[in-house]
């Protein structure tokens, strides 16, 4: 079994605030929602390896009404400690919270949670 992509909602208009964090911030490339799935709003993102295949996909949906996942959260695996340093860094000066304070609350790693243009909390993660 291996996981195929995780959804987080936003609120109605909510598209370009979630292409700033997922793609802007964090990199990840906007790919087209199927036809038939287009009507109801949303965005999706995928991050590739280096070799061009899927390594994350997450699926940003429309809600109504909306109330952000403070708790339950995606958590995305980055290569090393400099790049999730650089995604934290790059996050924060686009305005999106940033925190550190469980950073090595997680043996073998180091983390970090950051919250989307709707709160909803994201966790980054990366090998110590």
Excluded: I
Excluded at 35 to 58: I, K, N, P, T
Aim: one cysteine or more.
């Amino acid at each position: 079994m291996r996981l195929h992509h995780v959804q987080v909602s936003c609120p109605p208009g909510g598209e370009d605030a979630a292409r700033r964090f997922w793609a802007e911030g964090l990199g990840m490339t906007e790919v087209d929602k199927p036809v038939a799935l287009r009507a109801r709003g949303g965005a999706w993102f995928r991050a590739y390896d280096d070799h061009g295949a899927v390594g994350a996909e997450v699926h940003v949906g429309v809600e109504e009404p909306f109330t952000p996942a403070r708790k339950a959260h995606p958590a995305l695996v980055l290569d090393s400690v400099p790049e999730m340093d650089a995604a934290t860094d790059r996050l924060a000066g686009l305005g999106f919270e940033v925190d550190l304070a469980e950073r090595h609350t997680f043996d073998g790693h180091e983390r970090a949670h950051v919250r989307d243009a709707h709160g909803n909390r994201v966790e980054l993660v990366a090998p110590a």
